[in-house]
C-alpha cells in the first residue's frame, strides 16, 4: 500500500514524502476518489508546537497574538442540560389541578364530557344554564367544546324573533346549575350543529319546551315541599 | 362589525325600519353594541301597520334621515368577562337624538346586556327583554 502510493506522490509534496509510513499507513486506507490534485493527500494534523516555557516577559510582546498563551480563546462554558421534569405531561397536570378547585365532585365533568360518559349531554339536546347573577339561559346545544377546565357549550335560541346565540364556559364559577331540559330522539349524525343556524333546519324558539319543564319540574317538587314557588 | 354601509335593524317606534350606517363615533374600529353611530334612514314603516291606528304618533323620522343611533345587537360575538360569547342572529339599533335619549318610546326585541355599562340603561330598561 505504502508502495503504491509512493509512486503516486510527486516531487513537489515534500511533506508528505517527510511523514512516517506507519502514520500514513492509515490515512492512506481511505479511497481518493474525487480528489483531483496530488498535492491533496491526507496527512494527520501536526501536534502544535508546545509554547516554549520560560520566555522572558519582554518576548511575549512579538509573538502573534492567536498564539500567545494568556490571549487564547477562552474555552466554551458547557451548561449541562437541565434536570428532567418531574411530571411528563404538565399541561395536564395544570388541567387536573384546575378542575379539582372548579368542580371538586366531577359532575359537571360528568355531564358534558360526551367522549367518556354515555349519559351526558349531547349536541341537540336542550339545555338551561342558570347563572350566579340569577338570570337563566335555555338553548339548543351546537356544539360541545372539550377543552379541559375551559370546556364551553354553545347554546342557541330563539328570543323574540330574534336568533340568540351564547357560548358558556361550564366550568365557570358563573354558572350556577345546568339542566337537560330534553334530549334529542334521535342520535344526532354531526358533532356541530352549525347547520341549525339556517332557517331551514332552525328548531326555533325552545322557549315553550322550557317552560313545560319548568313547570313539572315544579309539580314534582311541589309533592314535597308546597309554597317554594319560583315565579 | 358595523361600519360603513352596514345596514341595520331600527327596533323602536320612531319611524324607521332599516337604517344605514355611515359614521362609527368615538372609534377607529367597526362598532359593536353599545358604540354611537350615525345612519340615514332607509326604509320606513308602513303607515297601516303601525301609525294609522293611533295617528297622534307619526313616524318621527322620515326616509333620508340622518340620525344617531346605538347599536343594541350585532351579529359579530362579543365576549363577556367571565369568558363566554353572544351573539344575535341580526344587527339593530335604536334611534336616539344628539343627548343620548331615545326618539321612540317603545321597543321591540330583544338587546345585549352589554349596554348597561355605557350609560345606555334607559335603553335597556324599554327593551321587553336582554340577554
Known amino acids: 500500500m505504502a508502495n503504491s502510493s509512493s509512486i503516486l506522490q510527486q516531487l513537489g509534496c515534500v511533506r508528505s514524502l517527510f511523514t512516517t509510513t506507519t502514520s500514513r499507513s492509515t490515512t492512506l486506507q481511505t479511497p481518493m476518489v474525487g480528489r483531483r490534485m496530488l498535492s491533496t493527500v491526507y496527512s494527520a494534523k501536526p501536534d502544535p508546537i508546545p509554547f516554549p516555557k520560560g520566555l522572558p516577559d519582554q518576548f511575549y510582546s512579538q509573538i502573534p497574538k492567536r498564539m500567545r498563551p494568556d490571549l487564547a480563546p477562552k474555552k466554551l462554558k458547557i451548561v449541562p442540560p437541565p434536570p428532567a421534569p ?146 | 362589525m358595523i361600519q360603513l354601509k352596514t345596514m341595520l335593524n331600527c327596533i323602536d317606534n320612531s319611524g324607521a325600519a332599516v337604517v344605514e350606517c355611515v359614521q362609527v363615533l368615538k372609534k377607529k374600529r367597526p362598532a359593536t353594541v353599545g358604540d354611537r353611530i350615525v345612519v340615514v334612514v332607509q326604509k320606513q314603516r308602513s303607515f297601516g301597520s303601525d301609525s294609522t291606528g293611533n295617528s297622534g304618533i307619526a313616524n318621527k323620522v322620515r326616509r333620508g334621515d340622518i340620525r344617531h343611533a346605538v347599536v343594541v345587537r350585532a351579529r359579530k360575538e362579543m365576549q363577556r368577562p367571565d369568558g363566554s360569547l353572544v351573539r344575535f342572529d341580526d344587527n339593530a339599533c335604536v334611534l336616539i337624538n344628539k343627548a343620548g335619549e331615545p326618539i321612540g318610546t317603545r321597543m321591540n326585541g330583544v338587546v345585549a346586556t352589554e349596554l348597561r355599562g355605557r350609560q345606555w340603561s334607559k335603553i335597556l330598561s324599554l327593551a321587553p327583554m336582554h340577554v
Open chain 1, 86 to 231: 418531574q411530571c411528563k405531561d404538565a399541561v395536564a397536570a395544570v388541567t387536573q389541578a384546575q378542575l379539582k378547585t372548579l368542580d371538586p365532585s366531577g359532575k359537571r365533568m360528568r355531564l358534558f364530557d360526551y367522549r367518556r360518559y354515555a349519559r351526558s349531554v349531547k349536541p341537540g339536546d336542550i339545555i338551561r344554564v342558570t347563572f350566579k347573577n340569577g338570570d337563566p339561559f335555555a338553548g339548543l346545544v351546537l356544539s360541545i367544546k372539550l377543552r379541559g377546565a375551559d370546556t364551553s357549550v354553545l347554546l342557541r335560541n330563539q328570543l323574540t324573533r330574534v336568533g340568540v346565540e351564547m357560548s358558556v364556559k361550564v366550568f365557570s364559577p358563573n354558572v350556577e346549575s345546568v339542566e337537560i331540559v330534553q334530549r334529542s330522539e334521535k342520535r344526532k349524525r354531526r358533532a356541530r350543529l352549525y347547520y341549525m343556524r339556517q332557517p331551514r333546519h332552525d328548531m326555533g324558539s325552545v322557549e315553550n319546551l322550557v317552560t313545560n319543564y319548568l313547570r313539572q319540574k315544579r309539580a314534582l317538587a311541589g309533592k314535597k315541599d308546597r309554597g317554594n314557588k319560583k315565579r
